[in-house]
């Protein structure tokens, strides 16, 4: 694999429809007993704040989206339908709530491992590993109990966001997946043509 650096937290201190285009093609890390699980994000949605009914922070400040108002570059993982967790990562300045759910990983590392912890065959199909926001929370191994509220700006993080280099040659932004408010905004962003975009048939 090329060489990849870390995100800087200055990254993420703009809105997030911005920050969201240009997260398009980085990687995730996990490192994970030992191991580096990774995948390339081909597929995201912007929260906004307060402003955003489709936001867990419409609501304003809470216990449980605490990390959504806090620094830009913080992972915020939630939990949902009681089985599945997501990934989210928090923008714009401190103080200024903003989100990213991360929505499907095209596998790059570790894939063997990442079908082990989706209890699939060690052969198992790409694309099963990490379409779908649950998916890839899985395939990562990643919790609400061991990473929210994990800076992933940080070189001692466990969980990291990193650029290699590589930039999406299209970008298509749609209406966002699964909601029930704001339902026309197009704030979901995809790398075009990519065969790992979450879509019908795809769950969570």
Same mark, same amino acid.
């Given at each position: 694999?090329?060489?990849?650096?870390?995100?800087?937290?200055?990254?993420?201190?703009?809105?997030?429809?911005?920050?969201?285009?240009?997260?398009?093609?980085?990687?995730?890390?996990?490192?994970? $007993? +030992?191991?580096?699980?990774?995948?390339? !994000?081909?597929? /995201? %949605?912007?929260?906004? @704040?307060?402003?955003?009914? *489709?936001?867990?922070?419409?609501?304003?400040?809470?216990?449980?989206?605490?990390?959504?108002?806090?620094?830009?570059?913080?992972?915020?993982?939630?939990?949902?339908?009681?089985?599945?967790?997501?990934?989210?990562?928090?923008?714009?300045? $401190? +103080?200024?709530?903003?989100?990213?759910? !991360?929505?499907? /990983? %095209?596998?790059?590392? @570790?894939?063997?491992?990442? *079908?082990?912890?989706?209890?699939?065959?060690?052969?198992?199909?790409?694309?099963?590993?990490?379409?779908?926001?649950?998916?890839?929370?899985?395939?990562?191994?990643?919790?609400?109990?061991?990473?929210?509220?994990?800076?992933?700006?940080?070189?001692?993080?466990?969980?990291?966001?990193?650029?290699?280099?590589?930039?999406?040659?299209?970008?298509?932004?749609?209406?966002?997946?699964?909601?029930?408010?704001?339902?026309?905004?197009?704030?979901?962003?995809?790398?075009?043509?990519?065969?790992?975009?979450?879509?019908?048939?795809?769950?969570?």
């Amino acid at each position: 694999m090329p060489t990849a650096h870390i995100l800087p937290r200055s990254f993420y201190l703009h809105p997030p429809d911005e920050v969201s285009r240009n997260l398009l093609g980085k990687l995730i890390t996990h490192k994970f $007993e +030992g191991e580096r699980l990774t995948g390339r !994000i081909v597929e /995201l %949605e912007a929260y906004f @704040g307060m402003d955003d009914p *489709a936001s867990h922070s419409f609501v304003g400040k809470t216990a449980r989206n605490a990390v959504l108002f806090g620094p830009p570059g913080i992972a915020y993982v939630y939990f949902i339908y009681g089985m599945y967790y997501c990934l989210n990562v928090s923008c714009e300045p $401190e +103080g200024q709530a903003g989100g990213i759910l !991360i929505r499907a /990983l %095209e596998p790059v590392q @570790g894939l063997e491992t990442m *079908a082990r912890l989706r209890k699939l065959p060690a052969n198992a199909k790409p694309r099963l590993l990490t379409s779908g926001p649950g998916r890839l929370c899985q395939a990562l191994g990643i919790t609400r109990a061991t990473h929210n509220g994990i800076d992933v700006t940080s070189r001692k993080s466990e969980l990291q966001f990193e650029d290699d280099g590589f930039r999406p040659k299209k970008i298509l932004a749609t209406p966002r997946i699964g909601i029930s408010k704001a339902v026309d905004l197009p704030l979901r962003f995809v790398i075009e043509g990519n065969g790992f975009v979450s879509g019908k048939g795809i769950s969570p």
